[in-house]
């Protein structure tokens, strides 16, 4: 299967497809700092699925409150998710090159997944017809 960069649809498959995975992983491991990666990125590619369903252009960027700042743009109800984006950008980033403190990554997870649940539901809000069914 080829996936196309301009296609919410594939944004969202990429994205729930991680999210199953976090789910997966944190049912089996608790919190992980595989585990935030891997929540980050699910968020990452459904805020990405969002904006371009909107004309967005891809920008190549981790950043998920730049990303959720953009969103913001076309809904207000997206600033709801800013300290989950803060939150998970700062632990991405502590765990994904040493150096970093990884004294409290992970230690909110089930906060940010369920936060993570709200903000897919907003976009499932959004997505509408037959996007909807590709947002869990």
């Known amino acids: ?36 990666e891997i929540l980050q990125e699910a968020v990452e590619r459904y ?12 920008r190549k960027v981790h950043d998920l409150t730049l990303l959720n700042d953009e969103a913001q743009k076309f809904e207000p109800r997206f600033s709801t998710f800013d300290d989950l984006c803060e939150s998970l950008t700062e632990q991405f980033w502590a765990q994904h090159y040493p150096g970093g403190d990884l004294s409290t990554v992970g230690s909110d997870y089930e906060e940010l997944r369920q ?22």
């Open 47 to 58: 805020l990405k699925g969002f904006l371009i369903s909107k004309g967005w252009r891809l």
């Open 1 to 36: 299967m080829k996936t196309d960069e301009a296609n919410p649809q594939d944004w969202f498959m990429l994205a729930s497809e991680r999210l199953s995975a976090a789910d997966v992983l944190f049912d089996q491991s608790g919190a992980t700092y595989s585990g935030i």
């Open 115 to 136: 936060q993570t649940t709200g903000l897919v539901a907003l976009i499932r809000a959004f997505a509408g017809g037959d996007s909807a069914s590709e947002v869990t």
